[in-house]
């Protein structure tokens, strides 16, 4: 595919919540010490952390040419459409095909979090016509209280949040280029997200992993990382 991204700033309007990155950690590439946790109420929080994967490139460039992307349809207006994005997934048994840097964060952030992350799913935006509308994550159907990461690679588009289902974003990043950011407690239930789309555009992805299991002996409004 003849994708291109280019060089960016991290915005967000969350202010001193987001710090910049310190030295990458050894091994997975993976550097949490940036991470800043942001409530966005009593039971929803983000953790945030730009440039959090060193070697967020090749990274990018390692999925692009070996992940198994295909197009989803889904239904819409009593016809099925192509949705505006590529997405390549693995769980199950497919979690031993994850490109070895791919899984280093899984199992990273599982330990993090305290969490089987046990689904990975990469949505590919090729470029600014690709998108994805409002939305909650379907893992609220299961859980009453869920952690979904999202590693952010290639070109940084804006990321908004909303309260509730309707209105206007009241929080809005800026991530790619190797940025993490988590949502959890009950923001799948009560907050919405959206990557819009945009005039211009280069193409970025989102490595997001999600857990099929409850969180062990905490509640949403509560719950806190390992370290």
């Known amino acids: 595919m003849g994708l291109s991204w280019q060089e960016g700033l991290f915005a967000e309007d969350l202010g001193d919540h987001v710090a910049a990155p310190g030295p990458a950690a050894s091994g997975e590439g ?3 010490t ?9 039971r929803s929080w983000l953790d945030v952390a730009r440039g ?5 490139g090749a990274l990018f460039d390692l999925l692009l040419r070996t992940a198994p992307w295909r197009q989803r349809e889904r239904r819409m207006y009593d016809r099925d459409v192509l949705e505006p994005r590529l997405v390549a997934a693995w769980s199950g048994e497919d979690l031993a095909a994850l490109p070895a840097p791919v899984e280093a964060v899984r199992a990273r952030l599982s330990a993090h979090y305290g969490v089987d992350l046990d689904s990975v799913l990469v949505n590919l935006y090729r470029d600014g016509r ?3 509308a409002w ?7 299961r859980l009453d209280s ?16 909303r309260p509730g289902d309707d209105g206007p974003p009241v929080h809005r990043l800026t991530s790619g280029q190797g940025d993490l950011v988590v949502m959890g407690g009950r923001c799948q239930h009560e907050w919405q997200h959206t990557v819009p789309k945009s005039a211009r555009a280069g193409a970025r992805m989102s490595v997001t992993m999600r857990h099929s299991r409850p969180l ?3 509640t949403g409004a509560t719950y806190h990382p390992k370290g």
């Not at 940036?34 to 009593?42: F, M």
């Not at 959090?52 to 967020?56: D, E, I, K, L």
């Not at 939305?135 to 159907?141: F, K, Q, S």
């Not at 990461?149 to 990321?159: C, I, W």
Request: hydrophobic fraction near 50%; avoid cysteine; aromatic fraction near 4%.
């Open 216 to 218: 062990p002996d905490v």
């Open 146 to 161: 869920a952690v979904v990461v999202t590693l952010a690679l290639g070109e940084r588009r804006p990321f908004l949040l």
């Open 52 to 56: 959090a994967f060193r070697g967020h």
């Open 34 to 42: 940036g991470l800043r946790r942001v409530a966005l109420d009593a």
């Open 30 to 32: 993976l550097d949490l």
């Open 135 to 141: 939305h909650g994550d379907t893992v609220r159907t």
């Open 130 to 132: 690709d998108g994805v």
